[in-house]
Nanobody
Framework: QVQLVESGGGLVQAGGSLRLSCAASGRTFSSYSMGWFRQTPGKEREFVAT????????SYADFVKGRFTISRDNAKNTVYLQMNSLKPEDTAVYYC????????????????????WGQGTQVTVSS
């Protein structure tokens, strides 16, 4: 059974930083891309970033480029999202996700109805 558990959310002032972590279990972590999505009330969940199974390829939504960095540690079965220069509009519940298919890289690998999802962690950025 695949489990994804996020941590690291919280309250931060605009311009500050947070690092989210997602610990995975239940399958061979190093065979799967990992990603981060976020959702605010009344809006659809949106893509934030993804990293390939080896860590050699990353992709970001335009609104976080240059501010957020996704990384992974395959020895620890953990993916991270370093968030810098946070803005109030970054306030959301952040979800860790992993696609069904192994060795699939990029945003197109994620299917909202078939991904594995974490429970989410709240990030609140005050102005």
């Amino acid at each position: 059974q695949v489990q994804l558990v996020e941590s690291g959310g919280g309250l931060v002032q605009a311009g500050g930083s947070l690092r989210l972590s997602c610990a995975a279990s239940g399958r061979t972590f190093s065979s799967y891309s990992m990603g981060w999505f976020r959702q605010t009330p009344g809006k659809e969940r949106e893509f934030v970033a993804t990293i390939s199974w080896s860590g050699g390829s990353t992709s970001y939504a335009d609104f976080v480029k240059g501010r957020f960095t996704i990384s992974r540690d395959n020895a620890k079965n953990t993916v991270y999202l370093q968030m810098n220069s946070l803005k109030p509009e970054d306030t959301a519940v952040y979800y860790c996700a992993s696609p069904q298919r192994p060795y699939c890289s990029g945003y197109g690998c994620y299917d909202p109805t078939r991904n594995y999802w974490g429970q989410g962690t709240q990030v609140t950025v005050s102005s």
